[in-house]
Each structure stands twice: as C-alpha cells, then as structure tokens.
C-alpha cells in the first residue's frame, strides 16, 4: 500500500505546504534524506494551538497540535521528494513543546506524532526522538515539529 492510499484509508491529507515565517525553507534535501524546518500547528495558515502545557493548553489538545506539525511536516517533505509516496523511512522526530516549568508530560505531546506516523508508515515508520519543554515558540505556539525522512 501507498504512503497516498494509507492516508486515504486513515481519512487524512497533506495540507499546502506552511509558508516560512522568516527567512529560511520549510525542507531541504541533503543526498537521500530531507529535513524540515520547525513545523507548527497550523491549518489553512491560521495557529490552531497557542499557549503553554500546563497551564490553558491541555495534554489532548498538545497530541492533536502534535498531530498538526506532522501533516505539515510530511507535506513539506513530500514538496522538496517529488510526492509522499517517495518517502521510504522516518528518521529523527524533534518535538519542542511551550510548557510550564512544572509540566513533565513532553514525551506524551510527542506521542502525537510518533504514533500517527506508526499508522502511517507501520515499520517504516520507527523512528529516533526528542521531546524538549520549552520557555516560548514562534507566534506563542505550543507545539514545533522537525522530521528527518529518507527518500527513494
């Protein structure tokens, strides 16, 4: 089954790839491997989750935005590889997360995104990881993605 297919069949799509909000590439292609920029939460270029973790941003809304940031990612990557279908491996996830001094829960926003890329690439789909509490994100977001994928 396809990368194509196997979002279809979760009922998911690419979005347009996010526009930068400075001066820099949402992905770059480095031989066989892409890597993007900083991904938010962002749908139709509005920021759907603004704020920090522990305090008015709840664990289930970090997962969703986590979830987000992924979407925006593989379509950044699917932009810069000739399609999504050309994505053979997840590699690296980097999950940074606008949290309280107190919130201990990164690993579990960072789920939100490690387990849809499960769905999406099964074994393919194992991948290294970091989960960061952070103090701030760009436009008060709570959630900031990178991805590292191998391509065909």
């Not at 930068?20 to 992905?27: G, I, R």
């Not at 941003?57 to 986590?66: N, Y």
């Amino acid at each position: 089954m396809t990368v194509t297919e196997r979002l279809g069949e979760l009922g998911l799509s690419l979005p347009e790839v996010a526009k930068p909000l400075a001066a820099y590439v949402p992905a770059t292609r480095v031989g066989n491997q892409v890597w993007t920029s900083g991904q938010l939460p962002m749908v139709r270029g509005q920021l759907t989750t603004v704020g920090k973790l522990g305090a008015e941003v709840t664990l289930e809304q970090g997962v969703e935005a986590a979830r987000t940031c992924l979407l925006n990612a593989l379509a950044a990557i699917a932009a810069e590889a000739g399609g999504v279908d050309r994505i053979t491996r997840i590699v690296k996830l980097v999950v940074f997360v606008a949290s309280t001094p107190d919130f201990t829960d990164q690993p579990k926003v960072g789920n939100g995104a490690s387990e849809l890329v499960g769905e999406i690439f099964g074994d393919a789909g194992l991948h290294v990881r970091s989960a960061v509490g952070v103090s701030v994100l760009p436009l008060d977001a709570a959630v900031e993605l990178e991805v590292v994928a191998e391509i065909a």
